[in-house]
């Protein structure tokens, strides 16, 4: 099947009530109640609206072997309920169990977590902290350090204050900004003093006791085919690996299309990622 072919396969519409709103979500069922389902977490900030339509692609392709995915927009982002700046870390965790308790209700028990960059801490978490729950973990291109990603985010407010000839400030002083209380505005977000401790805290060596039952399927970009992973990768795998976890690593070339204002396909991460499940 090809890119338009799977442009065919809808996807539903609909909101999930969630603990302070309604939680906007995308749903491609599976073939049956006992076929693989991925719960889909999104990332960051702008890198959920660039994502968006690898994210759908990838959800028809596995629509086409009878995979169903659940895309949901995290409580104050997308197209959910509320503003950026009344959502946190927790808040996330909470509808990611929302979402799980829907697909739980409706009789799916083969169910997966799906992350994209922070999604992918934010699933490596959930998957440590509820091991009895799913059966697979694909991470899209794994955040290993949340308070490395806020500091490339605070660059874009540096060069947003370039630009209007406004006083410079430094990482270090927004994030001061934020530990005395106050919010922060970078590229049209609201960060409140709450998200940015808890994604500051956060990093993906802290998840070391994942189910080994878990298959884990990691896929990361390369500039060139026949790299390899990046060496903080490479040491975050093997530390898992010497656990005893199940974890696949996966390279792919293409598009660094959660960086790109114009929406871009990176095909071989959807076509490697798709040949996973076929039986």
């Known amino acids: 099947m090809n890119a338009h072919q799977a442009l065919d396969i809808s996807l539903q519409p609909f909101y999930l009530s969630g603990t302070r709103g309604n939680i906007f979500c995308l749903f491609a069922p599976p073939r049956n109640k006992q076929a693989p389902v991925l719960l889909f977490l999104p990332s960051f900030a702008e890198e ?86 799913f059966i697979r973990l694909l991470l899209w291109q794994p955040v290993l350090d949340g308070s490395v990603l806020l500091t490339q985010f605070f660059r874009i407010r540096l060069a947003m204050l370039m630009d209007r000839g406004e006083p410079k400030e430094t990482t270090k002083q927004m994030r001061e900004h934020l530990r005395q209380g106050h919010n922060l505005e970078v590229a049209g977000y609201e960060l409140t003093p709450q998200l940015v401790s808890a994604i500051d805290e956060k990093k993906l060596s802290n998840y070391d006791t994942l189910n080994p039952a878990l298959q884990i399927d990691w896929f990361e970009a390369v500039v060139e085919d026949g790299q390899t992973l990046s060496p903080a990768s490479e040491k975050a795998i093997a530390a898992w690996l010497e656990k005893g976890m199940r974890v696949r690593p996966h390279t792919y070339s293409g598009p660094f299309f959660w960086q790109l204002h114009e929406r871009e396909l990176t095909p071989e991460l959807i076509d490697k990622t798709t040949e996973l499940f076929r039986n």
């Open 48 to 133: 959920l609206n660039r994502c968006r339509v690898m994210v759908a692609l990838q959800a028809r392709k596995l629509a086409a072997l009878g995979v169903g995915s659940l895309l949901i927009d995290y409580y104050g982002t997308g197209d959910s309920q509320g503003d950026f700046s009344q959502t946190d870390w927790q808040q996330w965790k909470d509808d990611a169990d929302t979402a799980y308790s829907w697909l739980a209700d409706q009789g799916y028990s083969n169910i997966g977590l799906w992350g994209l960059r922070l999604g992918a801490l934010l699933a490596t978490e959930l998957a440590c902290q509820q091991p009895d729950r």
